[in-house]
């Protein structure tokens, strides 16, 4: 499915006026019309929800969260215990993620999420997700061969480390809080955030090592 | 439905492939098909879980053949029709030539925003009584419904136990048809991975789904 995303990228760029549109675009074109002209969406409101999930919602959320569970003891344990209410402790919330569930991952465990049914996804923290996500490869086979689909995103886990798989087939909607990296015992919450990927809160990653600056590198 | 949607455990799809900063959207038509799907479901003229049986429905080869935005915009199709708020005519013609059709409410900018960080949840007040309890062991019920459920065809037969009791929730093999929210508990049940997958489950590995109470019976 992904190989189809640049062709319609490629295409979407050169039209101005009905004539060049693909037959898809015209498709959806004739329904956004047709809704509209019959009043049951506003185009206005479209351009909000576009914007909303394109520009705000989005992976920098999901990051405050797990920099605050690094750094608060307190908060940390709140969240694993009830996450919603905890991440609206940050303002955090919404669509997607009204009942919301926080995995730990630990030396002995590491957590991976998926939807095999669909794309249901912690959109509040994490945006929307991503064309690997909702496609056939990841949805068949997290559940089968979890260190199969990590080695593709170049994680590889010690032997030691056992896996658990949380396939999201109801309303309940999963975040991985991944290890905090060795060495960041200065670093602010903010520098913490900057060092957690989208892809270690779906359980697919690992948070980014510390950067290292050019002064303090070895000579 | 046992349709093409129910992915987990499937071969022969290839490896996953994620895209180096993927963009939220890749082509103009997705973001419009993202944002109609929003707001006609606002409308209250269906739910999510009528969305989602309208998608799974697509034959198998075309469901597999077709992107994920193309997947929502066959299935928001469908639905318009099967609602009568506009006819195959009208969407291909993409103007009006019925009366509109009331709808319950239309999706404006303003206040769309915290309407949206505000969510829609799909848990309910009821007081019956939970069948089952943390760590109690459970069986997932053989059972193959030609509508829509949310119990995966990898787990049916198979024996797991309860590891959280989510709450009650609106039952989606009912609510995706408009019979009724008719409220269920949700619990989380693990299951380890040779349970079900046999000699080629990953050591140690667990899998977890959320399943409805009468997906389960005691084991």
Same mark, same amino acid.
């Given at each position: 499915m992904?190989?189809?995303?640049?062709q319609?990228?490629?295409?979407? &760029?050169? &039209?101005?006026? #009905?004539?060049?549109?693909?037959?898809?675009?015209?498709?959806v074109?004739?329904?956004?019309?047709?809704?509209?002209?019959?009043?049951?969406?506003d185009?206005?409101?479209?351009d909000?929800l576009v914007?909303?999930?394109?520009?705000?919602?989005?992976?920098?959320?999901?990051?405050?969260?797990?920099?605050?569970a690094?750094?608060?003891?307190?908060?940390r344990?709140r969240?694993?215990?009830?996450?919603?209410?905890?991440?609206?402790?940050?303002?955090i919330?919404?669509? %997607?993620?009204?009942?919301?569930?926080?995995?730990?991952?630990t030396p002995?465990?590491?957590?991976?999420?998926?939807? *095999?049914?669909?794309?249901c996804?912690?959109?509040?923290?994490?945006?929307?997700?991503p064309?690997?996500y909702k496609?056939?490869?990841?949805?068949?086979?997290?559940?089968?061969?979890?260190? %199969?689909v990590?080695?593709?995103? #170049?994680?590889t886990?010690?032997?030691?480390?056992?896996?658990t798989?949380?396939d999201?087939?109801?309303?309940t909607?999963?975040?991985?809080l991944?290890?905090?990296?060795?060495?960041?015992?200065?670093?602010?919450e903010e520098a913490?955030?900057?060092?957690? *990927?989208?892809?270690?809160?779906?359980?697919t %990653?690992?948070?980014?090592?510390?950067?290292?600056?050019?002064?303090?590198?070895?000579? | 439905?046992n349709?093409?949607?129910?992915?987990?455990?499937a071969?022969?799809?290839?490896?996953?492939?994620p895209?180096p900063d993927? !963009?939220?959207f890749?082509?103009?038509?997705?973001?419009?098909v993202f +944002?109609?799907?929003?707001?006609m479901?606002?409308?209250?003229?269906? =739910?999510?879980?009528?969305s989602? +049986?309208n998608?799974? /429905?697509?034959?198998p080869a075309?469901?597999?053949?077709?992107?994920?935005?193309?997947?929502?915009? @066959?299935?928001?199709? @469908?639905q318009v029709?099967a609602?009568?708020?506009?006819?195959?005519?009208?969407?291909? /013609?993409?103007?009006? +030539?019925?009366?509109? @059709? !009331?709808?319950a409410?239309?999706?404006?900018?303003?206040?769309?925003?915290?309407?949206f960080r505000?969510?829609?949840?799909?848990?309910?007040a009821?007081? $019956?009584p $939970?069948?089952?309890?943390?760590?109690?062991?459970?069986? +997932?019920?053989?059972?193959h419904?030609?509508g829509?459920?949310?119990?995966?065809?990898?787990?049916?037969g198979?024996?797991g136990?309860?590891?959280?009791v989510?709450?009650?929730?609106?039952? !989606?093999?009912? =609510?995706?048809y408009?019979?009724?929210?008719?409220?269920t508990?949700?619990?989380?049940?693990?299951?380890? $991975?040779?349970?079900l997958?046999?000699?080629s489950?990953?050591?140690?590995?667990?899998?977890?789904?959320?399943?409805?109470e009468?997906?389960?019976?005691?084991?």
């Open positions: 992904s190989h189809d995303h640049a319609h990228e490629h295409d979407h &760029h050169d &039209h101005h006026h #009905g004539s060049d549109l693909s037959p898809v675009e015209a498709r074109r004739a329904l956004e019309s047709l809704l509209t002209e019959k009043g049951y969406v185009p206005a409101a479209l909000a914007e909303l999930y394109e520009t705000k919602v989005g992976p920098h959320a999901g990051a405050r969260v797990v920099a605050r690094w750094t608060d003891p307190a908060f344990a969240l694993l215990a009830d996450a919603t209410p905890a991440i609206a402790e940050l303002g919330g919404g669509r %997607g993620g009204e009942h919301m569930v926080v995995v730990e991952n002995e465990t590491h957590n991976l999420v998926v939807c *095999t049914l669909c794309s996804y912690p959109w509040p923290v994490l945006g929307l997700p064309v690997w496609a056939p490869p990841y949805r068949a086979r997290a559940v089968i061969d979890p260190r %199969g990590l080695a593709e995103f #170049g994680v886990l010690p032997e030691t480390t056992r896996i798989v949380w999201s087939t109801a309303e909607r999963y975040m991985v991944p290890m905090r990296p060795t060495e960041t015992d200065g670093l602010s913490l955030a900057a060092l957690v *990927t989208r892809d270690s809160m779906i359980g %990653g690992l948070p980014k090592a510390i950067p290292v600056s050019p002064a303090e590198m070895p000579v | 439905m349709g093409a949607q129910d992915l987990g455990g071969h022969g799809f290839g490896p996953v492939v895209e993927e !963009p939220v890749h082509a103009d038509w997705e973001r419009r +944002a109609m799907a929003m707001a479901g606002y409308t209250g003229a269906w =739910n999510l879980d009528g989602r +049986a998608r799974e /429905s697509l034959p075309e469901y597999l053949a077709s992107s994920y935005y193309e997947i929502w915009l @066959k299935a928001l199709e @469908k029709a609602t009568g708020l506009a006819t195959p005519a009208e969407m291909a /013609s993409g103007r009006s +030539a019925e009366p509109a @059709k !009331p709808v409410r239309v999706l404006a900018r303003e206040g769309l925003e915290q309407r505000a969510g829609f949840p799909s848990s309910r009821t007081d $019956a $939970a069948r089952f309890a943390v760590n109690d062991a459970v069986q +997932a019920r053989n059972f419904p030609t829509h459920t949310r119990l995966p065809r990898y787990v049916r198979k024996r136990r309860i590891v959280r989510d709450g009650i929730f609106v039952f !989606p093999d009912t =609510n995706a408009g019979s009724g929210e008719h409220p508990w949700l619990y989380t049940v693990a299951f380890t $991975a040779q349970e997958w046999g000699e489950g990953d050591p140690g590995g667990i899998v977890t789904v959320a399943a409805f009468p997906y389960l019976d005691p084991a």
